[in-house]
């Protein structure tokens, strides 16, 4: 019997914990892999389980604590009505009385277990910064600029042409237009107040990889073909700028393991052309950047 | 194991198998963790109690809650204002440039990243250098950083601005009232300077020009005034000649023009089946130089019979000419070499060269006349072009100690030398310098002898300022700036316009000189012959007509007094290190750390001494000893040296400096000041007393950091023998398998389905990289030590963790000796009784970066996945994902693993590590990670040099050339002994070299499949008994 008591004790104990402490790290996870790979409407998801799970747990624990009581005064009403000797069931007499100290202990554990847990959550989301959409020195609007106007990104980013850096235009990009256009307005006055003073508009940067990480613009918009808005999403419709993407390692490696290379460029066909494997995988499918190497370490981090 | 095999051991003490090597080769660590000394330097110590955890517990919680509340910083993004067209955020500019500070020279193309200059490669366009830089012009991109240098000009120690400079100069001038006033400069080879130094002497007629060379070449400008009329270098043709014989020039080290020597003379030593010949190299010398250790033939004398050695050779080979003797004492070196020398020289006559770095004009007379017999003027020694790098002539300068002391000459205006430090009689420049009427420095940081003038102009890096040079007559170079310049200061051409009134700018006044080259070329179009000139960085004419120079004869008596000295005794040489070259960038910690080629040794100076000389004096290793030359002693460490002769100890100059950056400071002691004055300067003292101090000091040698637990890891083969057949030597491990048949076969370690192995088989479907290595052309000169320190932010430790076995270098070149006598090696260890004079010694050089294992043991034992293959065959280490168990390294069979001990980006006890400035930092190749404390890191192929070669490929739509992608040590070696490329291109030149007979892997029998492979060194020796 004592068995089944210390049972009991654990079962209320993990499924207290199982639901407060573990369930945002859980969500958090179902939801990466919503994101990721698993359709949104699939139904019945990780997440609903798991509640039910705990449903099951605290009913299961409702059952034993109330079994417990049925027991403790059957206990009672025998050794009060000397049906049953105190001294022969003593071994087997029921000793856990739930009290005051053990339902504090147990909330304190819980809420030790939940904090943990939620700084778990909190600490996976630390330096993701999606969704920052900080003030500019100027209000520029890309809505206005590459939406409205249809200017091609590249007229102003024109190092995403050859470098690894797209680059903030200079001001003397602006100023190709803007010395004669709208050249009163007052946000255009700061663009001119800064090529007369000769001195560089301070922009805040908003995507900032880490610099471990080796990103290349270029290799990317140029060779690969990648549209700006497969990262830096529906840019033409924001008046201002923010981090549409994660930026995260995850976030590449997914990409990179599900877009096909583009086997025409003569590269590919002079290392891997007369390669067999190769042949093959081009015949069925094409190939992905993950076929070709692209989820090794180094090719980002050196 | 093949009896031909030589065997090879790495130090004196492995070879003496002493309880302390062993004991150390026995650990994989040096010492116990330093935990006490790291803990105890703040707060925090090991003997904490339970309150004090509770505190750093408490605390520790609490900082973290705190940190983790803040925002991510806000970064700016702050473009130009006007863009220029040739800069972009990101992509590397490069500039063709000229590196020359009046001993070396180089032709070179900067690479700038967002404006800045981060690194050196040789100009391949250049016909002296030919795309070779050595260790000092590599690591020079660091001096434009340093933080001592001068800020702007001053007066004493107060700053001042040019115009009040420029006052102050004209009234010190004034003050002379006419009396003669002297620039002293290094050899300039500047057209342009030259001719603006003439127009400064018109302005100011009171003013004379002496050059001054920190290493003086005064005896040869002598010996061939007297022999051809001009107080002038010839050009020496290395690659012509089939038997170069060297007496103490250290051509491949730092005698002239190094790196030129080393191009021509490795292509005479490359060899292959087509062309089964090479050159035959004799060195006769005192010490063991990397000339010396790369010679066939190797034979040392005691430095003060050097006239006598060179007097004995002259004899034995005007016999064979059948021209009178001198009548000097018989000598002969071990083996009979200079009979032998002689006959082989004379066998190549025409395409012979004898050079000898002596500063003796009798000598030089006397090699002079040998050159004349052999026939080498003309063939392997060029009058047409001769050299200019060398102008000093030693007496001029005793001529004006002399006369500054008289007040015959009231001034001084010294341009970047430093006689106060590197001339014999520095102390007596101090006094002079700081009384002289006219005391002016022109200097880019402070030195021993800029400190000592009144007036200092601070001068321009080369970096930031025009310039040309013109080393060798009719080869121009020009000199453009990478960056504008970061201080308030001035070229020297500037200041010499500034003198002369002039308002042209440098830049006019270099181009008015290249306009008369343009004409003088019959250029049509002055402005496209410009451009042309400044992209390529050289522009050549031909200057003399071939052979315009005649020898005047030869005078026998060059020869009078020569005698055979004194028996007993000991004599001192005085040399230059690889790193340090005349001292003069004593700051830079890179040179600092290069460890030096042949003893090891880096962060400072020591007395090379002979094995059994030592032994008889009860010398070891770290004594120190007090020597004593004249009235001057110095004080130094003791450093048993294979190879010396045993009546010659050996010490480097270029250390001890005074007025120095932080690295620099309190590094050794100051040699030049043993070098015997005079009207030629001698690095020769003979009759020198050395006695131990009783005092031990702890050395910093790389070479013992691990152990080769006996294993063949160098193999070599001889002329003869290689002729015979390509694969002689090269003996290479296999396991004897049963067949079904019942008969044996030969089983290789190798990527064939037949070996045996436990490792899955990889496709590297892609490319495949891989390099190779000629044990042949490697002279050991440490150049890919520094480029690679430099292109892959690899930090400086400083002495104490390179004794302590962490140097960080991602490559390093093991050396390794075999004692010899009479030809034979001595296999045995300990053998002193057969190891003669202790000066016979067989050397190997070995470039060892990581071998990109294609079964790599560094792999299977990472817990974390922190180094992984690639499907191009790479290694890759991933820093972000390493925590440092360093099991990697402890698998690794070639040691090549380095471990991160420490934050040297901000640990103040790592105060030389130039990325501890914010200066400094601009030095950072931003393409490469700057690594943290607490993990492993190694060499990487230089991927970020393969990632960018693929780039240019795929924006080509093509394949990636053969030679496309460079590693930095490639990039660097002068000798051209590393070749990289993809193993999966049949075509390209490590293919091929992989295939050549002479290829092997370092214990291959591990099976391990390197990806490195090296070809077998091969001597061209007469007698190759060994």
């Not at chain 1, 877009?259 to 093959?280: E, I, R, S, W």
């Not at chain 2, 991927?943 to 795929?954: F, T």
Request: hydrophobic content about 40%; overall charge neutral; proline content about 4%.
């Amino acid at each position: 019997m004592r068995a089944i008591f210390h049972f009991q004790k654990s079962v209320v104990l993990w499924s207290g914990a199982l639901s407060v402490g573990l369930n945002p790290l859980i969500s958090v996870t179902a939801l990466a892999q919503d994101a990721a790979a698993a359709p949104a409407d699939s139904g019945f998801g990780l997440s609903q389980l798991i509640w039910i799970l705990i449903f099951i747990a605290a009913a299961v624990a409702w059952l034993l604590v109330r079994s417990s009581r049925m027991l403790d005064e059957e206990y009672q009403e025998r050794v009060d009505s000397g049906k049953a000797d105190p001294e022969k069931l003593k071994d087997v007499g029921i000793k856990f009385k739930p009290r005051a100290v053990h339902v504090v202990g147990a909330l304190l554990t819980l809420f030790l277990i939940g904090g943990i847990g939620w700084g778990i959550d909190v600490a996976s989301h630390v330096g993701i910064q999606q969704g920052y959409q900080p003030a500019q020195p100027v209000a520029f609007s890309h809505e206005l600029h590459a939406g409205a106007h249809q200017i091609a990104c590249s007229y102003c980013h024109t190092g995403v042409e050859r470098g690894k850096s797209a680059t903030i235009p200079s001001v003397n990009i602006c100023m190709n237009c803007h010395n004669q256009i709208k050249k009163d307005a007052p946000e255009i006055k700061k663009i001119h107040a800064a090529w007369e003073q000769n001195r560089p508009i301070e922009w805040i940067r908003i995507h900032n990889l880490p610099d471990f990480a080796y990103f290349n613009h270029y290799q990317h918009y140029k060779i690969a073909g990648i549209e700006c808005q497969t990262c830096h999403g529906p840019i033409e419709k924001m008046p201002e700028v923010y981090q549409h993407s994660q930026l995260t390692m995850g976030w590449c490696i997914n990409c990179h393991r599900e877009t096909k290379v583009d086997l025409d460029n003569g590269y590919y066909q002079a290392v891997h052309g007369d390669k067999p494997a190769f042949q093959a995988a081009l015949k069925e499918k094409g190939l992905t950047i993950a076929n070709l190497g692209g989820l090794e370490c180094s090719k980002c981090h050196y | 194991m093949d009896k031909t095999q030589p065997k090879y051991w790495r130090s004196l003490a492995e070879w003496q198998q002493e309880e302390s090597f062993r004991d150390e080769a026995s650990r994989e660590f040096k010492e116990e963790l330093p935990l006490e000394e790291i803990l105890g330097s703040g707060s925090l110590s090991l003997s904490s109690n339970r309150r004090d955890f509770l505190k750093f517990f408490g605390f520790g919680m609490g900082a973290a809650t705190l940190a983790a509340c803040t925002k991510a910083p806000v970064k700016k993004a702050i473009p130009f204002v006007n863009h220029p067209e040739e800069m972009s955020p990101s992509l590397a500019t490069w500039y063709a440039t000229t590196y020359y500070d009046g001993y070396d020279y180089a032709s070179v193309l900067v690479k700038t990243r967002e404006g800045r200059p981060i690194k050196m490669e040789g100009n391949a366009l250049s016909p002296i250098s030919q795309g070779g830089v050595n260790a000092r012009v590599h690591a020079s991109v660091l001096s434009l950083y340093d933080t001592t240098r001068y800020k702007s000009p001053r007066s004493g120690t107060q700053s001042i601005s040019w115009s009040e400079f420029d006052q102050k100069f004209s009234a010190q001038m004034d003050a002379a009232a006419g009396r003669p006033v002297v620039m002293l400069t290094n050899s300039v080879v500047s057209p342009t300077t030259r001719r603006l130094m003439t127009q400064a002497m018109a302005k100011y007629p009171n003013l004379r020009w002496v050059s001054y060379d920190s290493i003086s070449a005064s005896g040869m400008l002598d010996a061939n005034e007297v022999d051809f009329g001009q107080a002038a270098l010839p050009s020496y043709r290395f690659a012509q000649a089939r038997v170069v014989l060297g007496i103490d020039a250290d051509f491949l080290g730092n005698w002239l023009m190094p790196v030129a020597y080393t191009r021509d003379y490795t292509q005479n030593r490359k060899i292959n089946p087509d062309k089964p010949e090479m050159s035959r190299h004799i060195q006769f010398e005192s010490r063991l130089s990397v000339t010396g250790s790369n010679a066939d033939v190797r034979a040392t004398y005691r430095a003060s019979q050097e006239a006598l050695v060179v007097a004995n050779l002259y004899n034995a080979v005007a016999k064979l000419a059948g021209q009178s003797l001198l009548s000097v004492p018989a000598l002969e070196l071990a083996g009979n070499s200079i009979t032998q020398s002689a006959a082989a020289l004379w066998k190549a006559k025409g395409q012979a060269l004898v050079v000898c770095g002596s500063n003796d004009p009798k000598v030089q007379r006397m090699v002079n006349g040998i050159n004349q017999m052999l026939g080498s003027y003309g063939s392997t020694i060029d009058w047409s072009s001769p050299m200019s790098i060398r102008q000093g002539r030693d007496k001029d300068m005793e001529q004006l100690m002399a006369d500054l002391k008289s007040g015959a000459v009231a001034g001084l205006i010294v341009c970047g030398a430093n006689p106060v430090y590197d001339h014999p009689k520095g102390n007596e420049w101090v006094e002079l310098i700081k009384k002289a009427t006219v005391s002016v420095a022109f200097a880019t940081q402070p030195d021993e002898t800029a400190v000592c003038a009144r007036l200092i102009g601070a001068c321009s890096h080369f970096l930031e300022s025009w310039g040309d040079a013109e080393p060798v007559a009719g080869q121009y170079s020009l000199q453009q700036p990478a960056i504008s310049r970061l201080y308030d200061t001035r070229s020297l051409n500037e200041w010499l316009l500034q003198m002369c009134g002039s308002s042209e700018s440098a830049y006019d006044a270099l181009k008015s000189t290249w306009n008369g080259l343009a004409s003088a070329s019959g250029a049509a179009d002055a402005g496209a012959f410009w451009r042309t000139a400044l992209h390529n960085g050289v522009y050549s004419v031909q200057a003399n007509p071939v052979s315009s120079v005649a020898y005047k004869g030869f005078d026998a008596s060059v020869a009078l007094g020569i005698t055979a000295g004194k028996a007993d005794g000991l004599d001192l040489v005085l040399y230059e290190k690889l790193s340090l070259g005349n001292g003069a960038h004593a700051s830079n910690p890179w040179l600092q750390e290069m460890p030096d080629p042949i003893s090891k040794a880096c962060w400072d100076n020591y007395l090379a001494v002979n094995v059994k000389t030592a032994r008889e004096n009860n010398w070891k290793d770290g004594d120190m000893v007090k020597v004593k030359a004249g009235s001057v002693e110095v004080e130094v460490p003791v450093l048993v040296q294979p190879g010396m002769h045993p009546r010659t100890v050996a010490l480097a100059v270029g250390y001890g400096r005074t007025e120095v950056g932080v690295a620099g400071k309190g590094i050794g002691v100051n040699a030049f000041a043993l070098v015997q004055a005079g009207s030629h300067r001698s690095s020769i003292v003979s009759g020198v007393q050395v006695s131990a101090t009783g005092q031990t000091t702890e050395l910093a040698q790389t070479q013992t950091h691990h152990t080769i637990e006996g294993r063949n890891i160098v193999k070599e083969t001889h002329l003869d023998r290689y002729v015979a057949d390509h694969s002689d030597g090269n003996v290479r491990p296999y396991v004897t398998r049963k067949k079904a048949d019942g008969t044996y076969e030969k089983v290789y370690p190798g990527k064939s389905r037949n070996a045996i192995t436990l490792w899955q088989d990889r496709d590297y479907e892609g490319h495949h990289w891989a390099m190779a290595v000629d044990l042949n052309a490697c002279t050991g000169c440490g150049a890919c030590v520094v480029s690679c320190q430099v292109e892959n932010n690899v930090p400086v430790v400083g002495k104490q963790e390179v004794i302590n076995r962490r140097e960080m270098h991602w490559i390093r070149i093991d050396r390794y000796y075999a004692f010899v006598e009479d030809g034979e090696r001595i296999d045995k260890e300990n053998d002193y009784e057969r190891i003669g004079t202790g000066d016979q010694v067989d050397v190997v050089f070995q470039p060892v970066m990581c071998m990109q294992c294609d079964n790599a043991p560094c792999e299977t034992v990472c817990p974390v996945l922190a180094t992984v293959h690639s499907d191009e065959g790479l290694n890759q280490m991933v820093y972000n994902r390493c925590v440092g168990t360093r099991y990697c390294a402890n698998n690794c069979p070639y040691k090549v693993r380095r471990f991160n001990w420490f934050s040297y980006i901000d640990n103040p006890k790592f105060n030389t590590n130039p990325s501890q400035t914010d200066l400094g930092r601009m030095v950072l190749n931003p393409d490469v990670t700057v690594r943290a404390r607490g993990v492993m890191e190694k060499c990487t192929f230089c991927v970020q040099r393969i990632q960018a070669g693929k780039l240019d490929a795929k924006r080509e739509g093509r394949g990636v050339n053969d030679g496309e992608v460079k590693t930095a040590c490639q990039q660097s070696c002068p000798a051209g002994a590393i070749v990289f490329g993809d193993l999966n291109d049949p075509e390209s030149e490590v293919s091929r070299l992989f295939l050549n007979e002479r290829s092997y892997g370092v214990i291959e029998e591990l099976n391990v499949l390197p990806s490195v492979n090296y070809l077998t060194k091969v001597r061209n020796r007469d007698t190759a008994k060994a």
